[in-house]
C-alpha cells in the first residue's frame, strides 16, 4: 500500500509497544474519543498508527499524571472545554492538594508550628445548622450530631470538602472557658439531594489562611496569629471568616485528640503574595 506522503506506519503491537500499554488500551482510548488511527484498511479492519499518533498517547499519558479522567483528557486534547473553567478548576484541585500536603506533613513531623497559606476555597453548597457551646468537646459532639442529621435528613454528603464553622463573632477567641460559642455549622453537600431550606450557597474565594497542630487548647492562638498577620499584609475580608477542624474521618484512622490539625480561613478581596 502507497501512501501520498510516505509517512511510516505502524501496526497496533507496533504502536502498543512504543507506547508501553496494551492494544486494549489503545482501542479503549479511540472508543473514548482521543486516539484516531491514521488509517484503518477497509478491508482488513487492520489498523495503521503514524508517529503523530504516538505523541498523542505520551500526551495522553502525560495528562492521566494529573488525575483527569479519560474524558477530560480529551475533551482538553481536542479544546472541547472552556480553558478558563478548566484551568480554574485544576488551580483548586492543586490548592486542596497543597494543603493536604502541609496538613500531612505537620502530622507526620508531630511538628507544633503553624503556617500561613493563600488558597482557593472552592465553591460549595452546604447544610447549615446553628450551634452553640462552651466546651471543645461540646463543640465536637454537636458538630457530629449535625452531620449526622443531615445524612439522616437525606443529604449526600461531599466527603472531600471538611465540614466548617463560621463563628459568630469575626475575631474568635475560642478561650473555652465556659463562655457560650456560637457558630454556624456548614456541611457540604449535593445540591439538590434534600430539602432546600436548610442550604447555603457560599462562592469559590481566595483565602488567606492558618494551619496548626495540636491539641484544641492551640485554637484561639491561631485565631490570633491569622488576625495579626491578616492586619500586617493589609488584607482586607470578603465574607465571614471559617474554622476547619481537619480531623476524624478526613485525616486518618489512627488520630487521636493531641494530634488533630486545624485551619482557620478568611475569605480576601485581593490577594497580596
Excluded at 499518533?53 to 480529551?74: F, H, M, P
Excluded at 472552592?122 to 457551646?133: L, N
Excluded at 454556624?184 to 469559590?204: D, N
Excluded at 478526613?250 to 493531641?258: T, V
Amino acid at each position: 500500500m502507497i501512501f501520498p506522503d510516505n509517512r511510516r506506519l505502524f501496526s497496533i503491537s507496533e504502536m502498543a509497544h512504543a507506547c508501553g500499554v496494551s492494544r486494549t488500551t489503545l482501542i479503549r482510548m479511540e472508543k473514548d474519543g482521543f486516539l484516531k488511527p491514521y488509517l484503518i484498511d477497509p478491508g482488513s479492519g487492520y489498523r495503521y498508527y503514524d508517529l503523530q499518533n504516538v505523541t498523542a498517547v505520551g500526551q495522553y499519558q502525560r495528562l492521566q499524571e494529573t488525575g483527569l479522567s479519560r474524558k477530560e483528557i480529551a475533551d482538553l486534547y481536542y479544546e472541547r472545554v472552556d480553558s478558563r473553567k478548566f484551568l480554574e478548576e485544576q488551580r483548586q484541585k492543586l490548592s486542596r492538594l497543597q494543603r493536604f500536603l502541609d496538613e500531612y506533613e505537620l502530622r507526620h513531623n508531630h511538628s507544633k508550628s503553624f503556617s500561613f497559606s493563600f488558597v482557593t476555597l472552592p465553591a460549595v453548597t452546604c447544610y447549615c445548622t446553628d450551634i452553640t457551646a462552651r466546651f471543645p468537646e461540646e463543640m465536637a459532639t454537636l458538630s457530629y450530631l449535625a452531620h449526622e442529621r443531615c445524612v439522616a435528613e437525606g443529604y449526600q454528603v461531599i466527603g472531600s470538602e471538611p465540614l466548617f464553622g463560621i463563628p459568630e463573632e469575626q475575631f474568635p477567641r475560642m478561650a473555652y472557658d465556659g463562655t457560650e460559642l456560637h457558630s454556624l455549622i456548614c456541611i457540604p453537600v449535593v445540591p439538590g439531594s434534600g430539602p432546600e431550606h436548610k442550604l447555603r450557597f457560599f462562592p469559590a474565594s481566595e483565602a488567606f489562611t492558618i494551619l496548626g497542630f495540636g491539641h484544641f487548647s492551640i485554637v484561639s492562638d491561631l485565631w490570633d496569629r491569622l488576625w495579626a498577620e491578616f492586619d500586617e499584609q493589609g488584607l482586607e475580608a470578603s465574607g465571614p471568616a471559617r474554622f476547619i477542624a481537619l480531623v476524624g474521618p478526613y485525616a486518618g484512622a489512627h488520630y487521636k485528640p493531641g494530634d488533630f490539625c486545624y485551619e482557620c480561613a478568611v475569605p480576601i478581596k485581593d490577594k497580596k503574595r
